[in-house]
C-alpha cells in the first residue's frame, strides 16, 4: 500500500474514491428512501446516449452523458407526474431511447473507440485532475443542498403527500434532486462505468439500512462503507490485475452478504435471550 502512494494515478484513484463515497453516499441514501433505484437505473442507462453523441461529434463524452442524463431525469419526473404515463414506462422508453442512440452513434463513428470499455465498466485508475474537480465541485454542492434543505427533504423522501400538505416545495425538490441525481452518475461513471455505477448508489445505502433507519445515520454508514469498498476495491485489483470497478462493487456485494449474515446471528441471539428470560 505504501509504495502504491508514489503513483500519482494511485493518488488520484484514492482521492476519487473518497470523493466517490461522498457524493454516492448521500445521493444514494436519498435514491434507496425514496424508492426510486429504477428511475437512477434508467437515467445511468439513458446517458449512454450523449456519449455516443460525444464520441461522433468530437466533444467531451461526459458532457453529452451529462445533458442526456439531466433531460432523461427531468422527462421521467415530468413525465410520470404531469401526464398518465406510467412511471417504469417513461422510464424504460428512455432507457432503451439513450441506449439505442449510443449504440448508433458509437456505430457510425470511425475508428475504434478505445475508451468506450471505460465508460461502460469504469476503471478509478484512470481518473484525472480534472475528473477530481468535477466530482469536488458534485461532493460540495451535494453537501450545501443537503445541509440547508435536510428536513424538507426527509419530508420529500418518506412522506411526499405529507411535504404537500406542509405546502413544502415538492415539485421543486423533486426536480432539483433527480439533476443531481443524474450529476453523481455521470461524474461517476469513470469509477464504475455506466453497468456498474448504479451499484454504488444502492449497496452501501442497502447494507447501511439493515442497521439503522435514520436517514442521517444511513448517509454517514454509506459513506463509510463506500470508502472501504472503494479501498478495498483498489487493492484487490492492484493485487489480482483486474478491473477496479468490478472489484469495487465485488467488496460491496462482499459486505452486503456480510451484513446480512451477522445481522441474521445478532436476530437469532436476541431471539433466544429473550425465550430464555420467558
Not at 424504460?92 to 465508460?119: C, D, E, K, Q, R
Not at 447501511?208 to 463506500?226: P, R, T
Request: glycine share 8%; aromatic share 14%.
Amino acid at each position: 500500500m505504501i509504495e502504491l502512494l508514489q503513483y500519482r494515478f494511485f493518488l488520484n484513484a484514492l482521492l476519487a474514491g473518497v470523493l466517490t463515497a461522498i457524493s454516492c453516499g448521500i445521493m444514494g441514501s436519498y435514491i434507496v428512501s425514496k424508492r426510486i433505484v429504477f428511475i437512477s437505473g434508467g437515467i445511468t442507462h439513458a446517458s449512454f446516449g450523449g456519449i455516443g453523441l460525444g464520441y461522433f461529434f468530437g466533444f467531451n463524452p461526459l458532457l453529452g452523458a451529462m445533458v442526456f442524463s439531466i433531460l432523461s431525469g427531468l422527462g421521467i419526473e415530468f413525465m410520470s407526474k404531469k401526464t398518465d404515463v406510467r412511471e417504469d414506462s417513461v422510464i424504460a422508453i428512455l432507457w432503451s431511447f439513450g441506449m439505442a442512440v449510443g449504440v448508433i452513434f458509437v456505430f457510425l463513428t470511425p475508428g475504434y473507440s478505445a475508451n468506450l470499455m471505460s465508460y461502460l465498466f469504469g476503471n478509478i485508475l484512470t481518473v484525472s485532475s480534472l475528473n477530481l474537480y468535477f466530482l469536488l465541485f458534485l461532493c460540495v454542492l451535494i453537501i450545501v443542498v443537503f445541509a440547508s434543505m435536510f428536513k424538507t427533504i426527509l419530508f420529500v423522501s418518506f412522506d411526499e403527500q405529507f411535504a404537500r400538505a406542509l405546502r413544502l416545495p415538492v415539485d421543486t425538490v423533486n426536480y432539483l434532486l433527480i439533476a443531481i441525481v443524474a450529476l453523481t452518475i455521470v461524474f461517476n461513471i469513470r469509477i464504475a462505468g455506466i453497468i456498474l455505477v448504479i451499484s454504488l448508489l444502492t449497496i452501501p445505502q442497502t447494507i447501511a439500512n439493515i442497521f439503522v433507519k435514520d436517514l442521517k445515520q444511513m448517509i454517514y454508514y454509506s459513506i463509510l462503507i463506500g470508502l472501504l469498498g472503494n479501498i478495498l476495491g483498489l487493492l484487490l485489483s492492484y493485487q489480482f490485475n483486474i478491473p477496479s470497478g468490478a472489484s469495487i462493487i465485488f467488496c460491496l456485494v462482499l459486505f452486503f452478504l456480510l451484513a446480512k449474515v451477522f445481522r441474521g446471528i445478532q436476530t437469532a441471539f436476541r431471539i433466544r435471550t429473550q425465550l430464555s428470560k420467558k
